[in-house]
């Protein structure tokens, strides 16, 4: 493992039971998901994650986590072996990797004020007072551009973005040191989207954050990421730093997934004129 690098992955397989037609009768049998992953994140990079729907990309994600169990190969985070933890060790392991899933609404405590969703991970692994827990709600919001009179609404009364908004501020909650980024600007509008980003982009150079962002459009992942891994039925077809692989991509697919990027000229440093306010 090189000096740097804060998560190494090898050989990673996942297998799944399921049906293959996609239908529900007959004999279920194990899917092959994940084919043998390979790479590794520096702490403070950021890494994309691209291909089509069904290439394995959140598999991969939720693997690295550990809500899916690998049938084989290895995960390393912080030089320790992660793959086999057990149940306790894993809650450990939680505050120090976080992921942000691609619906806010689904993830989110509808019956619950964003404040309580808010202070759930302080309550779960920090011993605080109330005191000490309203001032880090406060200061969640502040982070991620949202008035702390939020703290008081439902998720219901917030905009997709600004419940999005409420999902990063949640998994920077513990201050991780990787946090995974499901397809999470998906659906919102290209406005939003655009806000979005620019905010996680200022966040994870503000904190020094490893991101893995996981999406099917490799125009947003230029503009945020310093390298790109592409995946196909499960396997990495070509992965490099984004200027790289957007200037000289070696395998077709890669080049078909640039061919379908309306506009193939965006500027990478267009994030930088985006206001991160909601």
Known sequence: ?????????????????????????????????????????????????????????????????????????????????????????????????????????????????????????????????????????????????????????????????QRQRVGIARALALEPKLVIADEIVSGLDVSTQAQILALLRSLKERLGLALIFISHDLSVVRVLCDRVLVLLAGEVVEQGPCEEVFRKPRHPYTRELLEAIPLPDVDPDWLDAVAVDP
């Open 1 to 161: 493992m090189r000096a740097m690098a804060l998560l190494e992955v090898q050989g990673l397989k996942l297998a799944l039971r399921g049906h293959s037609s996609g239908l529900r009768f007959g004999r279920a049998r194990r899917i092959e998901i994940l084919k043998g992953i390979d790479f590794t994140l520096d702490a403070g990079e950021s890494l994309g994650i691209v291909g089509e729907s069904g290439s394995g990309k959140t598999s991969l994600g939720r693997t690295i986590i550990r809500l899916h169990e690998p049938s084989a190969g290895s995960v390393r985070f912080a030089d320790r072996e992660i793959t086999h933890l057990n149940a306790s060790a894993l809650r450990g392991l939680r505050k120090d990797m976080q992921m942000i899933f691609q619906d806010p609404m689904s993830s989110l405590n509808p019956r619950r004020r964003i404040g309580p969703i808010l202070a759930q991970p302080l309550h779960a692994f920090d011993r605080r007072t109330k005191a000490e827990t309203v001032q880090r709600v406060a200061q969640l919001l502040d982070l991620v551009a949202l008035p702390r009179s939020f703290a008081a609404r439902y998720p219901h009364e917030l905009s997709g973005g």
